[in-house]
Nanobody, 123 residues
């Protein structure tokens, strides 16, 4: 049974940092591309960041230079370090995985999804 479980969300002030985690099981983590998406109220789910099995990286322009995706293959876990958070980063953040590995920014390219974790940036 495939599981992706996000954690680490919360309410923070603008300029703060958060680190999201996504613990996975049930698929070959080391062979997958793992990614983060987000969905703000009333908007479509959008791509945030991806890391392929070869550690190639892709970021949305809106987060480039502020967010960092990483993975721990020993723990089957993917992380999203978010710095200098802005109110427009407020959303539910989802981790996702796709096999075979490779870049992908479209939600329909992904096989597995977590349930999401809320990030709210507000003063």
């Amino acid at each position: 049974q495939v599981q992706l479980v996000e954690s680490g969300g919360g309410l923070v002030q603008p300029g703060s940092s958060l680190r999201l985690s996504c613990a996975t099981s049930g698929f070959t983590f080391r062979s997958a591309t793992v990614s983060w998406f987000r969905q703000a109220p009333g908007k479509e789910r959008e791509f945030v960041a991806a890391m392929t099995k070869f550690a190639n990286l892709d970021y949305a322009d809106s987060v480039k230079g502020r967010f960092t995706i990483s993975r721990d293959s020993a723990k089957n876990t993917v992380f999203l370090q978010m710095n200098n958070l802005k109110p427009e980063d407020t959303a539910v953040y989802y981790c996702a995985a796709k096999l075979p590995s490779g870049f992908g920014r479209s939600t329909d390219q992904y096989d597995y999804w977590g349930q999401g974790t809320q990030v709210t940036v507000s003063s």
